[in-house]
């Protein structure tokens, strides 16, 4: 997944691949593995150190006991750099950022979308993650509905040219 990140006013670009417990972390160009352990707080271990992090809600984080703010302005289900979701026969393949639930859908098949509007939510680690659009098209299938849990790798909708 791809996540723009503001600390303290300061936007951070990350590129995010979780494979279960195991979370591999670009930012600034050097690459971080992190293993995530708990259903939350969580322990994330990361160079061999390991850090207790709650995400008390959608704007705090508290890490080792220090409480630090954030925004995420901008959120976009992806690969690490270098690595694209999959087109098929002239569709988009829009794929979770991660496994979860799905909250809500905010598009029906036929609809016209443009490139960052919401799809659908994903509930995950107790938070609430808008799916954007990749790019502008009309939505092609939706392949989950509300309540449905998934896998990464699941395909959650087909974008097609408009």
Known sequence: MHIV???????FEL?????????RVEVGGRTLDARVQGP?????????????????DATHAVVDGERVG?????FAPGGAPGQHDEEEGG???VKPPMPGRIAALKVREG??????????????M???NEVAAPRSGKVARIHVKPGDVVESGSVLVELEDA
Not at 5 to 11: A, K, M, R, T, Y
Not at 41 to 53: E, I, K, L, S
Request: hydrophobic share 40%.
């Open 5 to 11: 990140l503001e600390l303290d006013g300061e936007p």
């Open 15 to 23: 590129w995010l691949v979780r494979e279960g417990a195991e979370v």
């Open 40 to 56: 939350g707080p969580f322990d994330v271990q990361v160079g061999g150190r390991t850090h207790r992090v709650e995400v008390p």
């Open 70 to 74: 954030f925004r995420i302005p901008s």
């Open 91 to 93: 569709s988009k393949v």
């Open 111 to 124: 609809d016209t979308v443009q490139k960052g509007q919401i799809l659908l939510v994903l509930e995950a």
């Open 126 to 128: 107790k938070m609430q």
